[in-house]
Nanobody
Framework: QVQLVESGGGLMQTGGSLRLSCAAS????????MGWFRQAPGKEREVVAA????????YYADSVKGRFTISRDNAKNTVDLQMNSLKPEDTAVYYC??????????????????WGQGTQVTVSS
């Protein structure tokens, strides 16, 4: 079992920046692929960014390419999402997710077994 806790959400104006962090605890000795997802009201959960265990392979949704950066520190069991040039359409609850024993990037929500509780990001226009 892995427990994930997100932090760093909040309210930001358009064009601003926020940094989300996800801390993993529990069975962290396994190799996990990690991902950040978001869900806006009335919409389906969508992948924002994903990173494989080594950090070499990274995926970004087209909507965030060039603005968001995912990174991980396996020694600290953390994965971060740096969000720059925020837009109102980035407003959503952001979730951290972990897929155990997966060395590749995982972009589908169904591929993740562990989820954090979510953190709200609101971008005002």
């Amino acid at each position: 079992q892995v427990q994930l806790v997100e932090s760093g959400g909040g309210l930001m104006q358009t064009g601003g920046s926020l940094r989300l962090s996800c801390a993993a605890s529990g069975r962290t000795s396994s190799r996990y692929a990690m991902g950040w997802f978001r869900q806006a009201p009335g919409k389906e959960r969508e992948v924002v960014a994903a990173i494989n265990w080594s950090g070499i392979s990274i995926y970004y949704a087209d909507s965030v390419k060039g603005r968001f950066t995912i990174s991980r520190d396996n020694a600290k069991n953390t994965v971060d999402l740096q969000m720059n040039s925020l837009k109102p359409e980035d407003t959503a609850v952001y979730y951290c997710a972990a897929a155990s024993d997966r060395l590749v990037v995982v972009t589908s929500a169904t591929g993740y077994a562990y989820w954090g509780q979510g953190t709200q990001v609101t971008v005002s226009s």
